[in-house]
C-alpha cells in the first residue's frame, strides 16, 4: 500500500483549486468558442461559405447567430454569470455541430475519415466537459 504525502497532496489541491487555474482551465475550455467566432469576424464572407458549406440559409444570418452565441455562452462560463447554462448550451452546440460537420460514417475509408472520426469523438468529450461544468456549478450553488 503507497502512503502519498499529505502535505505534497495538499499542495497541489491548493494549486488545482486555485482561482487563476480554474480560470485558466475555463479559458482553455472555450478556447475553440472565442478562436472561432473572431476569425469569423475577420472574415465575415468566410464564416458565410461555412454556413452556407453545412447548408445553413441563409447563411449571413446563422454566421452572426453562431458568432455572437459562441462569444456569449463563453463569457457566461468565463464570468460564472448563469455558468451553467453557457456550460450547457455550449455541450448542446458543440453536439449539433458535430453531428452536422463530422459524419465520418459518410465517408470513404483513409486518412479524412480517421481525422473526422477522431474529432467526432474528441467533440463529444468536449461536450462531457461541459456537462461537467454545469453539473459543478449546481453542485456548488451557482445553478440558482
Not at 489541491?13 to 480560470?23: E, G, K, M, Q
Not at 467566432?37 to 446563422?62: C, I, N, S, W
Request: aromatic share 14%; with cysteine; glycine share 8%.
Amino acid at each position: 500500500m503507497m502512503i502519498v504525502n499529505t502535505r505534497r497532496q495538499s499542495g497541489l489541491a491548493l494549486l488545482i483549486t486555485s482561482p487563476v487555474v480554474r480560470f485558466v482551465a475555463f479559458l482553455a475550455l472555450c478556447a475553440a468558442y472565442i478562436q472561432g467566432p473572431l476569425t469569423k469576424l475577420f472574415d465575415f464572407q468566410g464564416a458565410v461559405a461555412e454556413m452556407e458549406h453545412f447548408g445553413l440559409y441563409p447563411a449571413a444570418f446563422f454566421a452572426v447567430v453562431v458568432i455572437v452565441f459562441e462569444l456569449t455562452a463563453s463569457a457566461m462560463v468565463l464570468s460564472g454569470f448563469l455558468r451553467w447554462l453557457g456550460a450547457l448550451a455550449l455541450a448542446v452546440f458543440t453536439l449539433l455541430a458535430t453531428f452536422v460537420a463530422l459524419r465520418f460514417w459518410e465517408m470513404p475509408s483513409g486518412m479524412e475519415r480517421m481525422m473526422a472520426t477522431n474529432a467526432f469523438f474528441e467533440h463529444l468529450g468536449l461536450a462531457g466537459a461541459f456537462v461537467i461544468v454545469a453539473m459543478i456549478d449546481f453542485t456548488k450553488g451557482g445553478g440558482k
